[in-house]
């Protein structure tokens, strides 16, 4: 009898130790699942990520963070990979990765049995002694064992793409920042070189009024645009240092860390915008969105044991030819591809439950849906950058050339005594609205420029781009 107890009581433990090896080993491990986050990163946005989980991690990390922003002046890539680095938002996305790994480490080790020992007939004068034995654990966790494993595992995947799509999120908007802030100080620093003319013309305009040379109105005139131009060039600097202050924030930054500096204009134009008219193709290749209503789509046939997929809604179909462009006496060639995208459909004709069925055709549908918008955000994307870099390049090659021209031509008048200074001066004011203009467009040049990346890889795209983000 105490040999058939002890069998039993081995076959029970038996059963409940056949966890998953493989799946344990992989979700045990205390970064379990970054590596794919941390490649994600490098490929999207061409920053290293780290994962902080100790004190003295933490303090390496201040440290070597310290020393690449004190009293520095940052390039766009350099702020994001500090941003990446320090984040504390970002951090706390990654511990969120961490609990998904830990459920899918509980689940694959499956229930631990508990062992129950009753003893009776151990009063004096009782003639019979027994002691029992048994091994309790829930036979239907067992049972079920592998599915739950499998949704498990599912769900730290998804997990994995929430923390890829947070990382690349803060990228964009720390770019974003980036741009607005330098775009901001270059203005500023248009209106402060203006500014000193205006001042100059003001105070000769009160000069010729004590003389009777210049009326009250006129000297009004040229006090007025003065004023105005002070306080618009207070507005510029203060909105160039809540610019600064919201990079700031983006990169986890505070005390001395903030004595950093960025630089006084952006980059030039560059010669030719980029060509990226696979664009389309590669935001179906590599979005994150997509990638992750996959996975929603294979959760719901696993919760719903739909093993197999019957067919694909479309084949991908790679169209490949020719579209020849022609601008300004020259032809640009660029291959046109077209590709499907591809959704899995499995058999639902086994399905009973009508909230499995209805639960099925919306991932589906959410799916086909995401797929169409990635699309148009990546032909937006696309249509943006190109069109901002011709408006960029018209100011730059057209417009700005010709004020120069008649700045040029209003100062031989000058000295030629054919013009006043006041004429001279107004010429000037109406060169700074181009000049303004100019770098505003090169500003949204930049700006569509980072939204490309964004519309290839996932994340918000345009104006609306994570307004809070992850920056505490």
């Not at 500090?82 to 998904?100: D, K, V």
């Not at 300004?328 to 077209?338: N, T």
Request: glycine fraction near 6%.
């Amino acid at each position: 009898m105490r040999k058939a107890i002890t069998l039993s009581v081995s076959g029970v433990l038996l059963l409940s130790a056949c966890a998953d090896v493989a799946t344990v080993t992989k979700a045990r491990d205390e970064r379990a699942g970054f590596a794919a986050v941390s490649d994600i990163s490098r490929r999207a946005a061409g920053a290293e990520v780290a994962w902080l989980q100790s004190p003295a991690e933490l303090q390496a990390n201040a440290q070597r963070v310290h020393g690449m922003v004190h009293r520095k002046t940052l390039s766009a890539d350099q702020a994001v990979q500090i941003a990446l680095l320090n984040n504390r938002g970002l951090q706390a996305r990654y511990a969120e990765l961490g609990m998904s790994a830990a459920d899918l480490w509980e689940t694959a080790l499956g229930p631990v049995p508990s062992l129950g020992i009753s003893v009776s007939g151990l009063v004096t004068g009782d003639v019979t002694r027994s002691v029992e034995a048994t091994v309790i654990t829930s036979i239907l966790d067992i049972a079920t064992k592998k599915p739950r494993t499998k949704a498990a595992e599912l769900s730290f995947r998804q997990a994995q793409l929430a923390a890829a799509g947070d990382t690349l999120a803060l990228a964009h908007e720390t770019r974003r920042k980036w741009i607005e802030a330098v775009g901001a100080y270059e203005a500023a620093a248009l209106v402060g070189r203006s500014q000193s003319a205006a001042d100059a013309a003001s105070e000769l305009a009160a000069e010729l009024g004590t003389t009777g040379a210049l009326s009250k109105a006129d000297q009004a005139r040229e006090h007025v645009f003065t004023a105005e131009l002070s306080a618009e060039h207070a507005d510029a600097k203060l909105e160039a240092q809540l610019a600064k202050e919201q990079l700031v924030r983006l990169m986890g930054l505070w005390g001395t860390g903030t004595e950093f500096y960025v630089p006084d204009s952006l980059p030039a134009l560059p010669a030719n915008a980029p060509n990226r008219a696979n664009i389309e193709r590669l935001a179906l290749t590599n979005r994150i969105d997509l990638a992750a209503g996959r996975l929603d789509l294979e959760a719901v046939a696993n919760r719903y044991r739909l093993n197999g997929q019957t067919r694909m809604l479309s084949d991908a179909e790679i169209i490949a030819g020719a579209e020849i462009e022609r601008e300004e006496g020259e032809s640009e060639r660029a291959p046109v591809v077209d590709v499907e995208f591809r959704i899995p459909v499995y058999d639902t004709s086994g399905l009973i439950s009508r909230r499995g069925k209805l639960e099925y055709l919306r991932s589906a549908n959410n799916l086909a849906q995401t797929a169409i918008e990635a699309r148009s955000e990546a032909r937006a994307a696309y249509a943006a950058v190109t069109g901002k870099h011709q408006i960029a390049r018209h100011w730059r090659d057209q417009v700005l050339p010709l004020r120069r021209q008649i700045d040029e031509q209003a100062l031989l008048s000058y000295n030629g005594m054919l013009t006043s200074t006041f004429e001279l001066l107004n010429d000037a004011r109406e060169g700074l609205e181009s000049q303004l203009s100019a770098a505003e467009a090169k500003k949204d040049y930049w700006l569509a420029e980072a939204d490309t990346t964004a519309a290839v890889w996932g994340g918000a795209t345009g104006e609306g781009a994570s307004e809070g983000g992850d920056e505490e």
